[in-house]
């Protein structure tokens, strides 16, 4: 069950079964298109011909390009996010320890993903067509984070007011994302660093 099925709804009337094959078929093959060769080779056409069905069925099952940009990027951090829910799972009587491992399970799936890696290039310009992508879905996907974030939360003691609350909880997703961005260390020592700033925001 996807963490951001809230976010990232399927169309109305469809057979969860039949339609969850399809999208993840059609997710894969465009994924495998901009990894290895960029977000402006991603067709419709293309992507009917690599899953064997008609243009229009990717029509109707996806909707437009932009519309497969926001199912290939909101799936892929469900898959981020996924690490982020067990850390918590794990954790549930030492916050700092849920953050930490959170972080660190982020860091460390993002050094080996190849779809990340394509989407860095893009901020520096080696693909120009990926960059709308980004600047068009940042929003959503820096709200679903931070609601998972958010709704793990609840089950700590933390003496914060909501405001404050949600400013800290804005600061330590942005932070965790500016390194999945730009690492400056491994995924271990890093996580440490932002499970010392959330103790000292959360504390």
Request: aromatic share 4%; proline share 4%.
């Amino acid at each position: 069950m996807s963490i951001l099925a809230p976010v990232s709804a399927q169309p109305a009337g469809a057979s969860p079964v039949v339609v969850g094959g399809l999208r993840e078929r059609l997710c894969d093959a465009a994924q495998a298109v901009i990894t290895n060769e960029g977000w402006a080779r991603v067709t419709m056409a293309r992507l009917a011909d690599e899953v064997g069905v008609s243009r229009q069925t990717v029509y109707n099952e996806i909707g437009t390009k932009n519309d497969l940009a926001e199912a290939v990027v909101l799936r892929e951090l469900d898959r981020f996010l996924a690490g982020v829910v067990r850390s918590f799972d794990e954790n549930p009587d030492d916050l700092v320890q849920a953050i930490r491992d959170s972080a660190r399970r982020v860091l460390k799936y993002a050094q080996n993903n190849a779809l990340l890696h394509a989407v860095v290039s893009a901020t520096h310009g080696a693909d120009t067509e990926l960059l709308p992508l980004l600047t068009t879905h940042a929003e959503s996907l820096l709200v679903a984070a931070k609601m998972v974030v958010g709704e793990r939360l609840e089950g700590y003691d933390i003496d914060l007011e909501p405001d404050r609350l949600d400013a800290s909880i804005d600061m330590v997703v942005r932070l965790v994302l500016s390194h999945v961005m730009q690492p400056s260390a491994d995924p271990a020592t890093t996580a440490d660093d932002i499970a010392w700033v959330a103790e000292k925001v959360l504390g």
